[in-house]
């Protein structure tokens, strides 16, 4: 079966630091990996996704990913934290064996602090 | 491009009595999906349609809820009879239909049951 770890509940970053949130996969086949982000009382905002090609993925407001087969990672990055980056953040792969749901990891909250 | 549209974004009732969730998906797409979203926790699939049609409904609690997407566009969510356990977040999702397309979510419908 398809799954995602998101092994942080809670990651800290200083304003204008690079920050890291972490997701390692676990699927049969090539995966399909998405990067997701919930602002307080919203939905979720779709940020990039991985289905073939170059491994670092660029995404919105700044946000990129890398994709690591050997590690089985896909960790999502920006160079410059903003304070507006806070916010949860959803790591989730494409069940290909299941008509193509979304499978989430547990959800990592960011917070970026003046 | 008009984004997924749900109703209402707020609801308040009591156990044991009903509530109705309604879904407009972005034109085109012809794949719908909820998921339910408890506190703490990623989203998890309750029930995905493929144009009118349901492709996966095997983690509905189908004692308690239900879901229609008459005429292959808008969705409709029911839970009766309500419990505690139900109060979620319930997200509306959309997609075209292939796994690698991204799958946008609407703004959600936030359920208290007390």
């Known amino acids: 079966a398809q799954s995602v770890a998101q092994p942080e509940d809670q990651v800290n970053v200083a304003e204008g630091n690079p920050l890291t949130v972490k997701c390692t996969y676990s699927?049969?086949?090539?995966?399909?990996l998405f990067w997701y982000v919930q602002y307080p009382n919203r939905g979720l905002q779709f940020l990039l996704k991985?289905?073939?090609?170059?491994?670092l993925v660029k995404g919105s407001y700044g946000f990129e990913a890398e994709f690591n087969k050997s590690q089985t990672s896909f960790h999502l990055k920006k160079p410059s934290a903003l304070v507006s980056d806070s916010a949860l953040y959803f790591c989730?792969?494409?069940?290909?064996?299941?008509?193509?749901?979304?499978?989430f990891g547990k959800g990592t909250k960011l917070s970026v602090k003046p | 491009e008009a984004g997924v549209a749900q109703s209402p974004r707020y609801k308040i009732i009591e156990k044991r009595q009903s509530v109705a969730f309604w879904c407009n998906p972005i034109?085109?797409?012809?794949?719908l999906y909820w998921y339910q979203q408890i506190l703490g926790q990623g989203p998890k699939l309750l029930i995905q349609?493929?144009?009118?049609?349901?492709?996966?409904d095997s983690q509905l609690p189908k004692d308690r809820f239900s879901a229609e997407r008459l005429k292959g566009v808008d969705s409709t969510l029911k839970i009766q009879p309500a419990k505690l356990e139900d109060s979620a977040v319930y997200l509306c999702?959309?997609?075209?239909?292939?796994?690698?397309?991204?799958?946008?979510f609407g703004e959600g419908s936030w359920l208290t049951v007390v």
């Open positions: 034109s085109g797409h012809a794949t």
């Open positions: 989730a792969v494409r069940d290909l064996g299941s008509q193509g749901n979304l499978i």
């Open positions: 699927v049969s086949g090539n995966p399909y």
């Open positions: 991985y289905i073939t090609g170059d491994n």
């Open positions: 349609f493929q144009n009118n049609g349901v492709v996966d």
């Open positions: 999702a959309s997609s075209l239909w292939d796994s690698g397309n991204t799958i946008y």
